[in-house]
């Protein structure tokens, strides 16, 4: 067994690029701040893609796809989104061995040219609502990177919609969030507080931007999802008008919304321990590793004859049959608990006599996490153990997230706690507040949540009358 992980409360940065890179998820590239997502780690991503594709389309919604160069005239279109965007922006000056008449942008998001092309396409009422997702990479020149989290291209899926009414824009807004918090709950066991971010958080360009936070197993905050409100902003740059039914010229207004790799990061974080990843069986690109151990031929042959049983009743599920005889079966326990697979099946001599296999949790280390279960209806308890896993990181991590947070009602207390806690505290809005808190604590708004549960109240920053409550957190 190689060298073991660098453990969380050593240093949580370099566990969690140990585990990802001997995990076998990604490396990095030749170019500095690129990564190359490996199979392991890429198996994982299609299942989140699978996962958000299948709920966009029952909520509408269809695929295409835009070109990754965009005019640097599109963008120059809305001030607020070029200010926002242009000192991370990558920019093709030369192509064919000449120089361009107009640089090209490489799409940090796709607002612009699908406005244009929105502008092009739509022409009356009749055209409306338009929901198209697009699943592409974009690039954003990041300064400091780190695997998953922020890297200078990366995947994603964005979502551009167009619609007659404001009211409508903003029920898609919402819906999708919910979309996002369904995703990140039931399959990737994440619990997530659905929120509006602050003003100095909010998407530039946007009227408001709504996120899903969730908190990592160092106590930061990941924003793993967003949701924005365009208004009628990017309407009106690029022109995105239609005929009312009173034959009518109106601008649309627009919503876009996306979800990236940073969600691998955030499944990594959310539920790993010192032994490795943990991953949701929903998602897990290995659900069940069937490892066989024998010591002769006599008990090989034996042993592999159940593995083929075995394989028979798991069909329908993701397994895989470790049975490479060039390692012990420790190592491969060790192995595969590093993936994170969810569920290990061990089958030993003994176990083919008895009729039985032994069922290993991931989530539950030790003796503990094993059950011996006759072969008799195995393919049912597996599926049913893995559910119940399913639910065991969903809880385990709403009860981590819910131990590690607390209310503050004074500077102090924000100041005291935030470092490895969300604080939820009242807030006037006021955006000097956020660069006191940033300049003492490093701490910033993560999100006005939704669900508000008190009267108004009196800012615990800066004592002004407050409405609302923030979460304040450390953030990724
Ligand atoms: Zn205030």
């Known amino acids: 067994m190689a060298d073991k992980i660098t453990p969380r409360n050593q ?48 909520t509408g919604h269809v695929n295409a796809y835009f070109p990754l160069f965009i005019p640097m005239s599109f963008l120059q279109k809305e001030a607020e989104h070029v200010e926002g965007f242009s000192p991370e922006l990558a920019i093709v000056t030369h192509g064919g061995g000449k120089e361009l008449e107009e640089p090209l942008v490489i799409r940090p998001t796709s607002e612009t040219v699908i406005g244009a092309m929105y502008a092009k396409w739509i022409r009356s009422y009749r055209d409306l609502p338009l929901l198209i997702n697009q699943w592409a990479n ?11 989290l922020r890297t200078t291209e990366f995947l994603w899926q964005e979502g551009h919609t167009a619609h007659a009414t404001r009211e409508e824009a903003e029920e898609e807004t919402l819906r999708i969030l919910d979309v996002y918090a369904d995703f990140a709950e039931r399959d990737a066991a994440i619990p997530v507080i659905k929120g509006r971010k602050s003003e100095s958080e909010k998407f530039a360009g946007g009227v408001a931007s709504y996120a899903i936070e969730a908190m990592m197993g160092n106590y930061w905050a ?25 034959n009518t010229l109106q ?26 990843l943990i991953l949701p069986p929903k998602l897990a690109p290995v659900q069940v590793v069937v490892v066989p151990i024998w010591r002769d031929d006599a008990q090989k042959s034996a042993v592999l004859a159940t593995v083929d049983q075995v394989e028979r009743m798991l069909t329908g599920l993701r397994f895989q049959v470790d049975d490479r005889e060039e390692y ?26 008895k009729e039985q296999v032994v069922l290993a949790r991931r989530d539950v280390a030790g003796k503990a996490g094993k059950s011996f279960v006759p072969m008799a209806g195995l393919g049912e308890r597996v599926k049913d153990m893995l559910a119940t896993i399913q639910q065991a990181l969903y809880d385990r991590a709403l009860a981590f997230r819910e131990a590690n947070t607390v209310e503050a009602a004074t500077y102090d207390e924000i100041v005291a706690a935030v470092g490895d806690k969300f604080v939820r505290a009242y807030w006037c809005g006021d955006a000097e507040d956020e660069v006191r808190l940033k300049e003492d604590t490093k701490a ?19 004592g002004k009358p407050a409405t609302e409550k923030v979460i304040l957190a450390r953030a990724y």
């Open 11 to 58: 240093d949580y940065g370099r566990w969690y690029t140990e585990v990802i890179q001997r995990a076998g998820m990604a490396d990095y590239a030749p170019v500095r701040g690129c990564m190359v997502i490996m199979p392991y780690g890429y198996a994982l991503w299609e299942n989140i893609k699978e996962g958000l594709d299948r709920r966009f389309k029952e």
């Open 138 to 148: 974009v690039v954003r020149w990041e300064k400091r990177t780190r695997l998953f």
């Open 222 to 246: 990941l924003q793993a999802g967003t949701s924005h409100f365009l208004g009628q902003n990017f309407a009106k740059a690029f022109d995105i008008t239609y005929l009312d039914q009173d």
């Open 251 to 276: 601008y649309c207004w627009t919503t876009s919304w996306g979800v990236s790799t940073r969600m691998v990061g955030a499944v990594i974080m959310a539920h790993g321990d010192d032994q490795g």
């Open 328 to 353: 012990s079966a420790g190592w491969k326990f060790n192995e595969w608990e590093l993936k994170g697979v969810p569920l290990r099946i061990e089958i030993g001599p003994r176990d083919v006599q």
């Open 444 to 462: 910033t708004t993560r999100c006005i949540p939704l669900d508000q549960d008190g009267p108004p109240g009196v800012c615990a920053i800066c």
